[in-house]
């Protein structure tokens, strides 16, 4: 079965620094991954994904991800971050078993950015 | 576009009491899921549906739990009776057929508070 795991319930992190969110994956056969943000009171957004190709994705907000194959990873990271950037993340992996059509989601981690 | 529509977006009642929430996906969009995030479970899919066709519902929580699309543009979730144990943020995502990444839009959610 498919899962993704975030071993971190929240990343404490100065405004300025850079960040990193940490995922791990566990599929059969290639991944699609995914990273979805959520701001207080509002729906999931996406941010960003992987479906092949270069292992360094970008996506919105300036956030960016590395795909590791070999340590199973798909870390979130930013260079600079922003107070706004405050919110909780969640990484996904489509569901091959159940015909590709769902995503399965991580615990979540909750970002916070201190001035 | 306007995204995924949701409502209501809070929605207080009392154990016993029927809730129906009500979702309308973007426009063009073949699938719709609906999911229950809770602090304790995270984020779990109840149900999607494909073309207006339920296709897994192995996600909802039991009998009390029912889930329709009569169109393309609009779906149903229906608790009947409600429980306090219920009580969650229950959003609603749309996605195309094409192309199959799996990226999802979600709605802005429906707080549910079961007294």
């Known amino acids: 079965a498919q899962s993704v795991a975030q071993p971190e319930d929240q990343v404490n992190v100065a405004e300025g620094n850079p960040l990193t969110v940490k995922c791990t994956y566990s599929?059969?056969?290639?991944?699609?991954l995914f990273w979805y943000v959520q701001y207080p009171n509002r729906g999931l957004q996406f941010l960003l994904k992987y479906i092949t190709g270069d292992n360094l994705v970008k996506g919105s907000y300036g956030f960016e991800a590395e795909f590791n194959k070999s340590q199973t990873s798909f870390h979130l990271k930013k260079p600079s971050a922003l107070v706004s950037d405050s919110a909780l993340y969640f990484c996904a992996v489509r569901d091959i078993d159940g015909g590709y059509n769902k995503l399965i989601f991580g615990a979540g981690t909750r970002l916070a950015v201190h001035p | 576009d306007a995204g995924v529509i949701q409502s209501p977006r809070h929605e207080v009642t009392e154990m016993g009491q029927e809730v129906t929430l009500r979702c309308k996906p973007i426009s063009g969009h073949d699938y719709l899921f609906w999911y229950r995030q809770t602090m304790m479970r995270g984020l779990e899919l109840l149900i999607y549906f494909n073309n207006n066709v339920p296709i897994d519902d192995s996600g909802m929580p039991e009998d009390r739990f029912s889930a329709k699309m009569p169109n393309a543009s609009f779906s149903t979730l229906k608790i009947q009776p409600s429980e306090p144990r219920d009580s969650a943020v229950y959003f609603c995502?749309?996605?195309?057929?094409?192309?199959?990444?799996?990226?999802?839009?979600f709605g802005e959610g429906s707080r549910l508070t079961v007294l």
């Open positions: 995502a749309s996605r195309n057929r094409a192309p199959n990444t799996g990226e999802l839009f």
């Open positions: 599929v059969s056969g290639n991944p699609y």
